[in-house]
């Protein structure tokens, strides 16, 4: 059986001895769908994208919260040579609007509901506007809503049932160097971008991954991570390379999350620092430890007291911190038996990528010496979406004289700047010390502050702000605002109730426009903010000057 080399191929490509174990578990407590299933509903999926007629490479976005359809839809676009765009089910109306843009997707899967909560951002015009909209077919998974119809006459709209009884197409050829998905993250400045991801990326990160966290046939992997997250994604992709079982789960609360682990006798959790601080909070039944074999952390820094608390309810799951960015999938991994000898450490390179910590000359730090940290290998994306220039900014070729390359080998390697600053001891292990730029780390996002700031300044009290991130133990950093007024927003420190309550308009203009993450949770006013010497606002003084001021703070 040849090795799988492209997404698709994990499921069409299965071997033989699998097709009649569980790959996906679509709910809690719902009948899986074995591996045979989960193949003829894909490659049904993959011949009406073919039949709608979508060129090779266009893309294909998909804005559902984790289920059957999410999973088909995506590995299906990637079957018909399409480039599927997941989005955050937690996105607002602007960010769907954004991404349908940015992209220029050509087919959009949603729920009538979920179309129906965007109309706001995408009135008539909207679809009829070609240069914002390149839509050409919706599919809905709860039918044609009559509503979402008559807002796009130009738009081809069928249910889920229709698209899938679609006459099959011919099938796509592809290679592993094609570009399988784009993944949208925030970067340091202004909306998010869509990172390029190639099949190589998506198929050979997973092997790694399977390697160092030792997957295989009998696992059950509990995805709580979003699937437009590369971290979710790759609980479907570990899963499907080793043969185990995904089961997907859209929790409420975190306690969803502790039954679903006991129920489904789930023996796989990969999660990011904020959730693993709420579960510790929760009760806990007896025996979680007799199945689930190991916890993972990405996404941030792993508190150290959450970590005592994870390893005392869980003293036979072993504990793996990996440490990951999407421009290159997975960087490095602390192993369970370097947890307690290398406390605070990101760990070494996973398998099959190599990292290193630059000085800006682009010299090898020494150790304890602070750098960039660059990563190599295959899971290197292959840039922004429609972003030279972005592009060229993070993704650079490798300094000479690294890894034994020289003027001799004639073409250069492109490496990923990460833009995160780390030290290495002197065995190796990797340590955070922070951004290099203003972007902000908060419950396993990336947050970029104009994206934040944009928003808050078409409210009318806001004549200037500055968004930037602090310390929190629970959130990795939390959001804050400082916010100077333009009329609306009380001139004196003095008016404590009043400020209070143009703070609270400010966070459910935020909340209206906004994901929960990206919502501000400390507030500052400030009359006027600080200009320097070139008339723009000094950041840094104005961060600095509130970090150690009196602040209006609240829970998200």
Not at 98 to 121: G, I
Not at 131 to 157: F, I, K, M, N, Y
Not at 428 to 437: A, S, V
Request: charged share 20%; proline share 8%.
């Amino acid at each position: 059986m040849p090795v799988p080399a492209l997404l698709h191929d994990l499921l069409l490509r299965t071997p033989a001895a699998w097709l009649a174990r569980a790959a996906l578990s679509p709910a809690v407590g719902a009948t899986p769908l074995t591996y045979g299933e989960l193949a003829e509903q894909v490659d049904q999926a993959r011949g009406a994208f073919v039949r709608l007629g979508l060129p090779r490479g266009a893309r294909v976005a998909v804005y559902l919260e984790k289920r059957l359809e999410m999973v088909v839809a995506c590995i299906g676009a990637s079957a018909a040579g399409l480039v599927m765009v997941p989005m955050n089910p937690g996105l607002k109306a602007e960010q769907v609007q954004h991404l349908l843009e940015d992209s220029q997707a050509a087919a959009w899967v949603t729920s009538a509901a979920r179309w129906k909560a965007c109309e706001p951002a995408l009135p008539p015009e909207w679809w009829r506007d070609e240069q914002r909209c390149g839509l050409r077919h919706v599919v809905l998974t709860e039918g044609s809503d009559a509503g979402p119809v008559a807002a796009a006459p130009s738009v081809d709209v069928l249910s889920w049932a229709q698209f899938m009884v679609l006459p099959a197409g011919t099938r796509t050829r592809g290679i592993d160097a094609d570009l399988a998905a784009l993944l949208y993250t925030s970067g340091s400045t202004g909306r998010p971008k869509g990172v390029m991801l190639s099949h190589r990326n998506l198929v050979v990160g997973a092997r790694s991954v399977v390697e160092y966290l030792g997957n295989h046939p009998d696992d059950a992997l509990l995805a709580v991570l979003p699937l437009s997250f590369d971290a979710g994604l790759s609980q479907l992709t570990t899963a499907f390379t080793a043969g185990a079982r995904a089961v997907l789960l859209n929790h409420l609360l975190s306690q969803d999350v502790v039954k679903a682990l006991a129920r489904e006798r789930i023996t796989g959790l990969t999660a990011v620092p904020p959730l693993y601080h709420q579960l510790v909070q929760m009760n806990w039944p007896e025996g979680l430890d007799d199945h689930l074999r190991y916890f993972a952390s990405t996404g941030g820094a792993m508190p150290a007291r959450t970590l005592a608390a994870l390893r005392e309810r869980l003293p036979r799951s072993r504990p793996f911190i990996m440490y990951g960015l999407t421009e290159a999938f997975r960087s490095t991994y602390l192993p369970p038996d370097d947890v307690d000898r290398k406390p605070g450490s990101m760990g070494r390179a996973i398998p099959n990528v190599e990292v290193f910590v630059l000085r800006p000359d682009g010299l090898e730090c020494g150790p304890g010496e602070d750098g960039e940290l660059v990563h190599r290998g295959p899971l290197v994306g292959l840039g922004y979406w429609r972003d030279p220039e972005r592009t060229a900014q993070r993704f650079r070729p490798l300094p000479e004289g690294l890894a034994g390359r020289s003027l001799g080998y004639g073409l250069p390697e492109t490496v990923v700047f990460s833009g995160d600053r780390v030290w290495r001891d002197e065995e190796g292990f990797l340590y955070h010390r922070g951004r290099l730029d203003e972007q902000i780390k908060t419950s396993g996002y990336r947050v970029s502050p104009g994206e934040v700031e944009e928003v808050l300044l078409r409210h009318p009290a806001v004549g200037e702000c500055v968004v930037f991130g602090v310390p929190d133990e629970a959130l990795g950093q939390r959001v804050a605002a400082v916010v100077s007024p333009a009329g609306c927003l009380p001139q004196s420190e003095s008016q404590a109730q009043t400020q209070g309550e143009g703070f609270d308009a400010l966070a459910a203009h935020c909340r209206l426009h906004l994901p929960a993450y990206l919502v501000p949770t400390q507030w500052h006013h400030r009359a006027v903010l600080p200009r320097n010497a070139n008339g723009k606002i000094d950041r840094p003084l104005v961060v600095a000057d509130a970090m150690g001021a009196p602040q209006r703070q609240e829970r998200a």
